[in-house]
């Protein structure tokens, strides 16, 4: 006697779980932002601290090349670090390849037209469980691709402001043997 195959069983898509994968990016968004605006903080307190100071530092500058150089290297990985702070910052809109998203607010605002007319298409597309389900992954895909950019920019901006730390303790330090 020969078996039949079984059917799969076609599992029913719940999007609640779209939402709560949407609203996990928005805080990893968050997230990224805090970091950077700490890694900013710094920047700007050790800056201030600098100018306040100026003209000690321009005394040890025409004293000691060595300071002077670390000086420079920590000025560059400064405004590498804080460049990347930026990029965290700054919206990035993908150019992509998806149909208008009614979660999209950018598309909510320019790609549906009048009021009536996105309250329209909201409708069609949530009473279509496969259209509404496409237009969340298409959202996730999105939110997604800007976390990820958010979180490579945060990483950098980490990596350059711990090589500035790491210029002003080697300062410290040729200030002490000198």
């Not at 039949?4 to 928005?26: A, H, I, M, V």
């Not at 932002?33 to 306040?52: R, W």
């Not at 003209?55 to 990985?77: G, P």
């Amino acid at each position: 006697m020969k078996e039949e195959p079984k059917k799969k069983k076609k599992k029913t898509q719940d999007s609640s779980d779209y939402w709560r994968q949407l609203g996990r990016l928005e805080n990893l968004n968050k997230n990224s932002e805090v970091k950077v605006g700490v890694i900013f903080s710094y920047h700007s307190l050790i800056i201030g601290l600098f100018a306040d100071k100026i003209d000690y530092f321009k005394l040890l500058f025409s004293e000691n090349t060595i300071i002077f150089i670390c000086f420079i290297l920590w000025t560059m990985a400064t405004v590498i670090s804080v460049y990347f702070c930026f990029k965290c910052f700054v919206p990035i809109i993908l150019k992509s390849k998806y149909e208008p998203n009614v979660f999209f607010f950018e598309d909510v605002v320019h790609r549906f037209g009048s009021i009536d007319d996105y309250v329209k298409k909201v409708l069609s597309v949530t009473e279509d469980n496969e259209k509404l389900f496409i237009q969340l992954a298409e959202q996730l895909h999105v939110k997604s691709s800007i976390v990820s950019f958010k979180f490579r920019n945060v990483k950098r901006a980490i990596f350059f402001f711990m090589w500035s730390i790491m210029f002003i303790i080697v300062t410290g330090v040729v200030m002490l043997i000198s």
